[in-house]
């Protein structure tokens, strides 16, 4: 039995949102509550996101007139995730994801754009984003609440190991203090002891090139990352060490929309997703020709640009850039998109057959009009428009690992389930660092909800936990 420097009722380890969620819900449960933070700023993936979060019947569809529903919502996640997904956490997220985004108006009082988007693989128009298009919208209002109520949020602190009694139960965890990302660490640790329970939100590996490349070793360290430096395996396999399930791992999606000329997710990722991908096209340079859906779900995407062998030119034109202006603008000035007063003169700036990209263009434009139907089957007929108005612009894309959809398992209560199909009891994980919620691939915008969702459920959870037997 470990010596116990400190106890809490429920030790909540990382504080992007699924966290600092499931810290709210124990605190308001009336239990004490500790935040153990590995990097020296809070937020994670989440403070670093653009603040999208998806739902059916959310409150501006309902204010616009746009019809949803929960069934197509699913379908849609089931869909993308190639029906790997796990059916009773996609019910629980969808059901839960409007209530969820309402918790964030009322209770952390965010506010969010007069917007909705519609995605890759959505069939509506049902993502929102935060007021400044930042998930910092979300851990800033999230991180003040948890303050004002006296929480111990602490940075530097990285998951040693998972402490358990001899029925596999978790007690609390081992923490090494004042770490530093460099590797240069401070060697002492403390024991915090878990009184009802320990809830896990260590987020993805996206950033992990070891443990990723043992999932797949195409996903070497020339495969750029749009995670935080934090994003790696400590927790997953602190958990994995305590008999938790594995699901999924080898899923690990990538965003098409990755600027080939910046590093992590950069500038061009927003203007790439926002403008090029609903309102332009993406083509091969090679041949001039369109290779995909523009509005297929990220995975189609991805590979489809990998199939080619080379980075890929994802092309607008005025009319369709106006929705991500200040992205625009800001890549225009670092060099990442390139601005041309005609299709003839981009076309040949990026190596392109000549008269190619016009013909792509033109036919394009004609299925837009409704002339012919596109042969890729991106659904034209809502709110396309053409590219007709100079200037044209062009961004090098090339994929970027953005999310690992493996992870823990877990249960409606977000509780760990073992090896022997059990729950490991005191032991709670959500976000991203749980698996079976996604699939093959993740929807646009489902990452924060999902996170939102069950941090709450694990917050509460956790807090309603009988406490441990006297040591």
């Given amino acids: 039995m470990p010596h116990w420097d400190e106890h809490a009722d429920v030790v909540i380890i990382g504080s992007g949102i699924a966290g600092l969620s499931a810290a709210i819900e124990a605190r308001q449960a009336g239990a004490s509550v500790i935040v153990l933070e590995k990097m020296k700023i809070t937020g994670g993936n989440t403070r670093i996101s653009d603040g999208g979060v998806a739902a059916a019947n959310n409150f501006l569809q309902k204010k616009n007139g746009i019809k949803d529903s929960l069934e197509l919502f699913y379908d849609d996640i089931m ?81 040693n190991q998972l402490h358990t009694d001899d029925q596999g139960g978790v007690q609390g965890v081992e923490i090494c203090y004042d770490y530093q990302s460099s590797g240069e660490n401070n060697p002492i640790k403390k024991n915090i002891r878990a009184n009802r329970a320990a809830v896990l939100a260590t987020g993805g590996f996206g950033n992990d090139i070891h443990f990723r490349m043992q999932q797949n070793p195409a996903l070497d360290e020339a495969v750029n990352s749009t995670n935080h430096q934090g994003a790696t395996a400590e927790g997953l396999i602190a958990a994995l060490k305590v008999k938790a399930v594995p699901v999924h791992l080898s899923w690990i999606q990538l965003g098409p929309w990755g600027c080939a000329d910046e590093k992590g997710y950069g500038r061009g990722a927003s203007f790439a997703s926002y403008s ?130 493996g992870g823990v398992a877990i249960n409606s209560k977000t509780q760990v389930i073992n090896l022997e199909k059990r729950p490991i009891p005191h032991l709670f994980a959500a976000g991203e660092v749980c698996g079976g919620i996604h699939g093959a691939s993740r929807l646009g915008s489902c990452s924060l909800t999902e996170c939102i969702v069950f941090g709450r459920i694990a917050g509460q959870q956790a807090a309603a936990g009988k406490a441990h037997n006297s040591d």
Avoid at 328 to 338: A, D, E, M, N, S
Avoid at 360 to 384: C, H, I, Q, W
């Fill in 79 to 159: 869909t993308a995730g190639l029906n790997l997904n796990h059916p009773n956490l996609v019910k629980i997220m969808v059901a839960r994801a409007s209530g969820a985004i309402e918790w964030t108006r009322n209770t952390l009082k965010v506010r969010y754009l007069d917007r909705l988007d519609r995605f890759g693989g959505h069939s509506v128009a049902r993502c929102l984003t935060t007021i400044n298009h930042t998930g910092a919208d979300l851990i800033k209002a999230a991180s003040s609440l948890l303050k004002r109520w006296g929480v111990d949020i602490r940075t530097g602190c990285l998951l």
């Fill in 276 to 405: 090029v991908y609903p309102n332009g096209i993406l083509v091969d340079p090679g041949t001039g020709q369109r290779i995909v859906n523009e509005w297929a779900d990220r995975r189609q995407r991805s590979e489809a640009i990998f199939k080619t062998g080379h980075k890929c030119i994802g092309i607008v034109d005025a009319n369709g850039a106006e929705q991500s202006n200040e992205s625009l603008q800001q890549c225009l000035k670092r060099g990442y998109v390139k601005a041309f007063a005609s299709l003839t003169e981009l076309a040949a700036a990026s190596g392109m057959p000549a008269g190619r990209l016009e013909m792509t263009v033109d036919d394009y434009n004609r299925t837009v009009m409704g002339e012919t139907l596109d042969p890729f089957g991106k659904p034209l007929s809502r709110g396309a428009i053409p590219l007709v108005k100079p200037p044209f612009y062009a961004i090098r894309l090339w994929p970027k690992v953005h999310y690992t959809s």
